[in-house]
T-cell receptor, first 110, second 113 residues
Framework: EDQVTQSPEALRLQEGESSSLNCSYT??????LFWYRQDPGKGPEFLFT???AGEEKEKERLKATLTKKESFLHITAPKPEDSATYLC???????????FGTGTRLTVIP | IAGITQAPTSQILAAGRRMTLRCTQD?????MYWYRQDLGLGLRLIHY???????GKGEVPDGYSVSRANTDDFPLTLASAVPSQTSVYFC????????????FGPGTRLTVL
């Protein structure tokens, strides 16, 4: 059964304090791993797709990496506007739907 | 419009009433999805449609039905609402060839009393 576990559940950082969010997954065959950002009261906003172990993608202060068992979302020198819930999801081979983790709620304090 | 729209934004509904949540996309995506999001449980798939005229059941389909008469619209119907269907509902869509990411609408907050 597909499973996605995100940690920590919540994270408070000072502005400029870099850190990483973890997404551990179990899937029969990985077609893709997705990171989304969700602001309160809004729908998830797509950030990255990773397809194979060793792949990395960057966008501004965010960098996503992928291994065979987990993905990390690294946040470098975060700003208060990076505060949001970050969701990880996997798509299994042969499936067209996503299976989501419960998210990490990030708060960046000025 | 550009993207996905959902209506209503929020709704309070008496138990036993029928309710249809609307979803429209203008990106000509062939696949569409309905999720519910509950605290501590994350997003769970209710129903999906790979193309107009076809639908399928997701992880939590009981009590919900969908139809896909055309590419743009994917309504979700609660035939007889129950309090456990209180949730935030998100519609999503994607192109099924090439790019795999799903794009989400702004959500409908539904409260069943």
């Amino acid at each position: 059964e597909d499973q996605v576990t995100q940690s920590p559940e919540a994270l408070r950082l000072q502005e400029g304090e870099s850190s990483s969010l973890n997404c551990s997954y179990t899937v029969s065959g990985l077609r893709g791993l997705f990171w989304y950002r969700q602001d309160p009261g809004k729908g998830p906003e797509f950030l990255f797709t990773l397809y194979s172990a060793g792949e990395e993608k960057e966008k501004e202060r965010l960098k996503a990496t992928l291994t065979k068992k987990e993905s990390f979302l690294h946040i470098t020198a975060p700003k208060p506007e990076d505060s949001a819930t970050y969701l990880c999801a996997v798509q299994a081979t042969g499936a067209n739907n996503l299976f989501f983790g419960t998210g990490t709620r990030l708060t960046v304090i000025p | 419009i550009a993207g996905i729209t959902q209506a209503p934004t929020s709704q309070i509904l008496a138990a036993g009433r029928r309710m249809t949540l609307r979803c429209t996309q203008d990106m000509r995506h062939n696949a569409m999805y309905w999720y519910r999001q509950d605290l501590g449980l994350g997003l769970r798939l209710i129903h999906y449609s790979n193309t107009a005229g076809t639908t399928g059941k997701g992880e939590v389909p009981d009590g919900y039905s969908v139809s896909r008469a055309n590419t743009d619209d994917f309504p979700l119907t609660l035939a007889s609402a129950v309090p456990s269907q209180t949730s935030v509902y998100f519609c999503a869509s994607r192109v099924t060839s090439g790019y795999n990411e799903q794009f989400f609408g702004p959500g409908t907050r539904l409260t069943v009393l």
